[in-house]
């Protein structure tokens, strides 16, 4: 299994956190290398497009199914989008390849393990996030990237 | 003359019964679709039908919205696809943060398809599968989340569609489906019964 990219959404529509993780070179992989290859960070239009996607299919799902439905994921031909929403309207997003099982629980555990511990109960982490600043926190970037890599692996 | 015990079969209670037993997969398939939206190439509802009860019924204006925002979404969801740059051989693994110069060539992560859109979504209480086809027509069937695969509907249904509405020379390119015979074999092989 491969992950593309996650973003963080705050209950304001603002991207707090946004990762991407290239797939390493298939022929070189030095020993002291990052394992999953270098990571980049993308311009703000990809996290955009991925904030009003997952903003109008959860409208749409929730006029369909009624106001406790919420939607799971996506599969076009190319990937999967995971969606996981939080009852303080953050959102989780996740990018993989399209044979991934459900990362539902996966983004809950990223939510609960992660984010509460590491940002949420952070007296110096602002509460809110004005002006696209996002998460700055060394111990969650690297506890995420060490949860993905267990996930890949696994 | 028939046995009066043949007639108080539980097996032989209603014909509906009878085929749902000659063709299981078929019967147990067609069950759980909810409902069926045609949007057209510029975005426009051009069919909705719903089968059984299961989702929330909208307002006509409610539909046409969700018709045209489906159209749009799809659209961006085949523009956020994943580029992964071609692995070089050459690059070193350990990149320095000025590394990341744009670089010339990508591919997807399944170079063989082409990319498409949304075309199955999954939540709580039902399933998406979106079908688009080559001239731009989106079919999309909303069925119970627990059902498979529901491509042997979806192929049933485009052809109907081919059949009953393509091939009828009063009907409009574009425009709403007002096709009786289409209505009734949708119906007829979604239900199960005539």
Known sequence: MTVYSFYIFD??????????????PASLKSPGGPELGQTMRTGDDDAKLVFGTVFSLRNMVRKLGGEDDNFVSYTTSQYKLH?????TNIKFVMLTDIKSPSMRIALQ?????????????????????PGGLGVNNELFEESLEQFVQTRVLA | MLHPDWLLDPRLDSPRDELASCFPVAFQLARTVFSLIIINKAGGLIYQREFQAGLRKLSTNDYLVLAGTFHGVHAITRSITPKLPLASNTSPA?????????TTGYSYPNPGTPASGL????????????????????????????????????????????????????????????????????????????
């Open chain 1, 11 to 24: 209950r304001h529509a603002e991207c707090i956190y946004k990762r991407r993780w290239l797939p390493r």
């Open chain 1, 83 to 87: 969606y996981y929403e939080t009852p």
């Open chain 2, 119 to 194: 075309e199955s979504l999954e939540t709580e209480k039902f399933r998406l599968t979106c079908f688009q086809t080559l001239t731009g027509t989106k079919f999309l069937l909303f069925t119970d989340p627990t059902s498979g695969t529901v491509d042997t509907v979806m192929n049933k249904v485009y052809e109907l569609y081919a059949d009953y509405v393509m091939k009828n020379p009063f009907y409009q390119l574009e425009m709403p489906v007002r096709c009786e015979a289409f209505d009734r074999h949708l119906g007829a092989w979604l239900r199960g019964r005539t």
């Open chain 2, 94 to 102: 350990v990149s320095s943060p000025g590394a990341n110069t744009p």
């Open chain 1, 109 to 129: 555990q990223i939510y609960i393990n992660l984010f509460v511990e590491y940002v949420v109960k952070n007296p110096l982490s602002p509460v809110e996030h």
